[in-house]
C-alpha cells in the first residue's frame, strides 16, 4: 500500500511556502488539524528529549548511521549527521522531521508501522507552520533542514522522482526559503549543507520534469567551494556547474554551451583522487553490461576507515554529475539539419551519446557498492533517460540495479521498473 500524506498538511504547508496568501487559507485549515494530534503536540513540545523511548532512540540512531549520510554527501563536515542530530535534542520540529524520515525508512525495509511516519510528520508540519509565519529573517537553518529532510521523505515515498504523482509539496518550500533567504548558500555550518541538498533535490526534479530550476544560484556565489581545492570542494562545483546548465538547458541552449567549457575544464583539471583505480570496459555477457569503474577507497587510520564509503560517495557523485552535464548538454543541443535524413541522423547520434553517458553512471553506481548516494543518481537517471537502453541484457541489468537499490534503501522501485518497460516496448526495435 503506497504511503500517502493527509491531504490537508500537504495544502496547509503548501500554501505558506508558496505564497502571501497562507494566512488566510491558513486559519481554515488549521481546523482540520487542531484536534487529532494535539496530545502528541504537547508530548513533543514539553516532553525532556535528552531521554528518549526506545523506539525514538532506534529511529534517531537509525538517522545517524544510515540516511545522514546521504545529506552529507559533499559536506567535509557532515553537518546532518552531527548537527541535526545534535539540535534535534532541543528543537521538536527538527526531531519529528528526523523521525518521519527514519520511521519511513524502516518501515520500507521491515514493514513496521507505517503510521508512525505519518504521525511524526504530521507533528513537525504543525510545528513548522507558526516558524514560517514570522519575518524572513527569522527563518533559521534549522527550518531549512528540517525542510530539506522533509523532502527526503516525500522523495522516498509512492512514485518516482519527477511523475506527476510526485506533489513536491516540501521541495515548493526549500526553493522557497533559499530564493527568500539568499545567504544559505555561502552561510557556512547547517544552513549551506541544507542548501546544498535542497540544490541537489532541485536538480533531480529538473532532470526527471526537463524543465528549468527553481532555484536561484546566485545564493551559492560566495561558496568557500569555489575557493577550496578538497575533493569535496571539486564535487560541489561540479553540482554547481550541472545546475547551472539545467538553468539554461531548456531556456536558452546558446548560454548552456558555453557553460560546457566549464564542464570540461572541470574535468580536465580534476584532483588525481578522481581517477579510477580500475576501469574495464562493458561486454556483451549479462553479468558485464556496465562498464567496470573503481573509484578510490581510503584504507588507512581508524577515521578513514569510518568514512569508507563516505570517501567514495563524493567522488564518484562528483564524476556522476559530470556524465549527467554530458548528457544534458548534448540533448539540448539544436540540430541544423536540412533533410530529414540528417535530422534522424543526428537523433542517432544523440541518443548513443546519452545511452555512453548514462550507462558510465551506471557503472558507477554499480561498481562502487558503498557509495549509496550513486544508487540515487541512477536512478534519476534512468527516470530521464532509461528510454535509451534498447538491448535486452541492458535493461535486465538496469532492473537490477534498481531492485538492488529498493533492497538497500528502502526506495520504492515499482512504478519506476513498469514504467521503464512500457518506454523500452515503446522503442522496441524488434
Known sequence: MAFSYPMSLNLHFQIRVAGPNYMAKCASTTKLLRSPFQLELQKAIH?????????????????????????????????????????????????????????????????????????????????????????REHISEDILATVAILRQHEEMDGMYIGSCEDNQFHLTGTTHILNTVSTFGSSGGLGEAAAWLCLRQDIYISLTTQRPLRTNLRSFYHSDVFQRNDDFAWSSRMVFLLAKVLQSAFTDCTTAHGIGAEIDEWYSTKPYTFEPVRSVPRGLESDQRFPTIWM????????????????ADLVVIGIQYFHLAKIVLAVSEGSNA?????????SRI??????HH???????????SKAENTLFTARHS????????RHRLDQRAAEALLQAMHARTGWNMDSLIQSLRAQWQEVDDN
Not at 358 to 368: F, M, P, Y
Not at 382 to 389: E, Q, Y
Request: hydrophobic share 40%; glycine share 4%.
Open 47 to 135: 516532553r525532556p528529549s535528552r531521554h528518549f523511548p526506545l523506539r525514538e532512540a532506534v529511529l534517531m540512531r537509525n538517522f545517524v548511521e544510515n540516511m545522514a549520510l546521504w545529506a552529507d554527501i559533499t559536506d567535509p563536515q557532515r553537518h546532518f549527521e552531527t548537527e541535526v542530530s545534535a539540535r534535534a535534542l532541543k528543537e521538536p520540529f527538527l526531531r519529528h522531521a528526523v523521525f518521519a524520515f527514519s520511521s519511513h525508512h524502516l518501515d520500507r525495509q521491515d514493514g513496521s508501522d507505517v503510521a508512525e511516519a505519518l504521525q511524526h510528520h504530521s507533528c513537525c508540519v504543525q510545528l513548522l507552520i507558526p516558524a514560517l509565519s514570522e519575518p
Open 296 to 311: 578510490l577507497l581510503p584504507v588507512h587510520g581508524k577515521r578513514c576507515q569510518y568514512i569508507r564509503g563516505f570517501q
Open 338 to 346: 536540412s533533410s530529414a535524413y540528417d535530422s534522424l541522423r543526428h
Open 350 to 355: 544523440v541518443e548513443k551519446t546519452v545511452r
Open 358 to 368: 548514462l550507462l558510465t553512471v551506471l557503472g558507477l553506481a554499480h561498481s562502487n
Open 382 to 389: 534512468l527516470v530521464a533517460w532509461g528510454w535509451v537502453l
